[in-house]
């Protein structure tokens, strides 16, 4: 009988939770031992690894975060920290091992399978910067959290007439900002992946203002140039000539967090599924990812070695239907 290791690594991601119950129901399923292993890949090389029995996966899915707990560590990047990895696999006689986590958690995969030990990868992260896969894990929850927030921002915005700068989280993604400046039909979004200046984002709230707008919303990627603070420094002093009140809402850990969405659960079951069946079939090495409607298995090096773009031409939709004029 094998045994299957499960681990969560890097940020948390909403819809976690489905995919670790689904990772461990279907390895049941196929007659094998299940361990999770607490802390990602520190809890790996510390040896903290418990039995998984199927009932300590029920009523989970609807939870946000990660029951096995993430973590991040230097040490597993350096040959050292991977041998103590591979060690402690062989000391709990773990077999083969699924990780769900970011994209540095999946290089993190691609250098066991390297070593010869057969894992699979599932995207999980809020930044959707994980390529060969339209959608990872959590983006959805963490979208439809920001949104909610910009919502709430925009009622407040518009009772004072004010300028508004919401960052989102991303890290050098602007997929975030993007689709939930979009979805929140912003005055303005500031990306990583596109030219931006104060200069512009000034014009923009005169030009909004003079349009009679009640408020002027900015989302704001937090790897974007300008970041928040700068466009806040500059519009701070140019607005009070102007006479608008500039604000900054930092949306922060809150788009981690939360009960995922219906996609997410969704997701993260079919993925935990894929997942698993990939090491029985024996195609080790491949993170599982959603194309359209499908569950696709692709080669960790070459997820690793790719570039997840932000679609420009939905930057470009979204300026056009920026700072209207009201009716
Ligand atoms: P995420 O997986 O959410 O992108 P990180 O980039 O912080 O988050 O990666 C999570 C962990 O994965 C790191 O703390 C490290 O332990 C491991 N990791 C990241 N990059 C590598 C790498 N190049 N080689 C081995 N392990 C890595
Ligand atoms: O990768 C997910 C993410 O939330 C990024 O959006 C953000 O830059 C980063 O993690 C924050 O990391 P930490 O949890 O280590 O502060």
Redesign the pocket.
Known sequence: MKTLGVLT???D?PGTNACIRAVVRTALSRDMNVVGIRR???GLMEGEVKPMHGHFVGGISHRGGTILQ?????????GA??EQGLRSLKKHRIDVLVII???????????LHEQGFPVAGVP??I?N??PFTDMALGVDTAMNTALRAIDKIKDTATSHRRAFLVETMG?DSGYLALMVGMAGAAEAIVIPEAPSSCEQILELMKEAYGKGKAHFIVVIAEGAEPDCRTIDRYLTERGKELGFGVRVSILGYIQRGGSPTAFDRLLGTRLGVAAVEQLVRGNYGKMVGLFGSEIVATDLEKV?KGKKEVDLTLYELAQMLEVYPPA
């Open positions: 690594s890097g940020g991601a990602g890949y520190a993430t973590a991040r560590t230097e040490e597993f990047k350096t920290g991977q986590g970011g994209d540095g958690s999946l290089k993190g995969a691609l250098r999980a992260t930044d910067d994980v890290r690793v």
